[in-house]
């Protein structure tokens, strides 16, 4: 695996960095299931990405490493459907399933970092919608649905350790869960991100990328809506004096959502807050619990999600006054 010592070697060899030059690496978090690191250089400002085969969590949590390799094409992909709104990528390594891209400047940050500074910006929220509308739109062909038709990168990151993990906490919301999980499994609509959340969203002046685009595939398009939407709600329930902040970048985020894609793709509510519900409980149950949480939040929101789960309003207008409720706004 590729570390701060060996990553200089690597760029060297790739051509990207010349032979003795100085470089100063860093190792940047954000991630539990792949190596990161920053690189500055002469000329070079890149960070280097390897899949890891075992998640850096407490359970054992393991992963196919050649999702590098789907990521990389992805953003490809992303930048001529979305442009300016992705880093470029400078090269892939599909042996090493390693690839490199360019950095964001130093002054940009995740949009995560600053929502749980309080700073609830619905520009971003609508930007971030009306990006996820174009990638949706301009993903619904056949060729698309062939080159990104493997889900098991999905299936091991998303589906196991979120609804088959709640499935196994929760046998009382199985079959709930289960249904949902199926319908994530079934016949896509068009390319899926998989992680679309505040924390692979980075925020500069006047600009944004999106970033982590490694279970990306072929599938039901209320995933991404329902990821980003789960991130904004637990982030009412932990900053409750800006949860009115909070649910309005989530209408933001909806409304330039479905201003942005044609009709068979128009978000249903119902679906996707039931699958807010079980990201949410998933967020406290799952393998990956959200780490910001405190134990009366995790209570709160697993008490949410499983009513999200189970009854799911059918107007998204319900669903935000019940975040607000139990958020105690």
Same mark, same amino acid.
Request: proline fraction near 5%; hydrophobic fraction near 45%; charged fraction near 25%.
């Given at each position: #695996? *590729? ?25 940047? =978090? =954000? ?23 075992? $998640?850096?969590?407490?359970?054992? !949590? ?9 990521e ?7 930048? &001529? ?29 995740? !949009?995560?970092d ?10 971003v ?12 739109? =301009?993903?619904?062909?056949?060729a698309?649905?062939? %080159? ?10 998303r ?7 709640? #499935? ?10 289960? %249904?949902?999980?199926?319908? *994530? ?5 068009? *390319? ?15 600009? *944004? !990328?999106?970033?982590d ?11 991404? @809506?329902?990821?980003m ?10 900053? +409750?004096?800006?949860? %009115?902040?909070?649910?309005a970048?989530?209408? %933001? ?10 009709? +068979? @793709? ?13 990201? #949410? ?19 709160r929101?697993?008490? $949410? ?8 309003p ?8 019940? &975040? ?6």
């Amino acid at each position: #695996m *590729l570390t701060a010592a060996t990553v200089g070697a690597y760029l060297e060899q790739k051509g990207l960095l010349a032979p003795g030059g100085q470089i100063e690496v860093t190792e940047l =978090g =954000g991630g539990v299931s792949n190596v990161v690191l920053g690189v500055e250089a002469d000329g070079l400002s890149c960070v280097v990405k390897q899949s890891l085969p075992r $998640l850096r969590v407490a359970d054992e !949590w393991l992963a196919k490493r050649e999702r590098a390799v789907t990521e990389a094409r992805a953003l490809g992909l992303a930048a &001529v459907l979305i442009p300016g709104a992705v880093p470029r990528v400078l090269e892939l390594d599909s042996e090493a399933c390693s690839f490199t891209i360019e950095r964001a400047p130093a002054d940009w940050r995740t !949009w995560k970092d600053e929502l749980l500074e309080e700073r609830a910006d619905e520009t971003v929220a609508h930007r971030v919608g009306a990006l996820l509308a174009a990638w949706h739109a =301009g993903t619904t062909d056949a060729a698309t649905a062939e %080159a990104f038709a493997d889900r098991e990168g999905f299936d091991q990151l998303r589906i196991d350790p979120y609804y088959r993990t709640v #499935m196994r906490a929760h046998p009382d919301l199985a079959d709930a869960v289960a %249904a949902y999980a199926d319908r *994530l499994l079934g016949a896509g609509r068009c *390319l899926v991100h998989g992680d679309y959340s505040p924390k692979n969203v980075l925020v500069g002046p006047g600009r *944004l !990328w999106l970033i982590d685009f490694e279970v990306t595939h072929f599938g039901e398009p209320s995933f991404d @809506l329902a990821f980003m939407l789960n991130h904004l709600f637990l982030k009412a329930l932990h900053r +409750p004096g800006t949860a %009115a902040g909070y649910i309005a970048c989530a209408q %933001a985020f909806w409304d330039a959502y479905a201003a942005g894609v044609p009709g +068979p @793709l128009a978000p249903d509510a119902r679906d996707a807050l039931g699958q807010v519900g079980c990201l #949410m409980v998933a967020r406290v149950d799952g393998k990956s619990p959200a780490e910001y949480l405190s134990e009366d939040e995790r209570s709160r929101a697993r008490s $949410l999600g499983r009513r999200l789960l189970t009854e799911p309003p059918g107007d998204i207008g319900e669903g935000f006054a019940a &975040v607000g409720k139990a958020s105690g706004r």
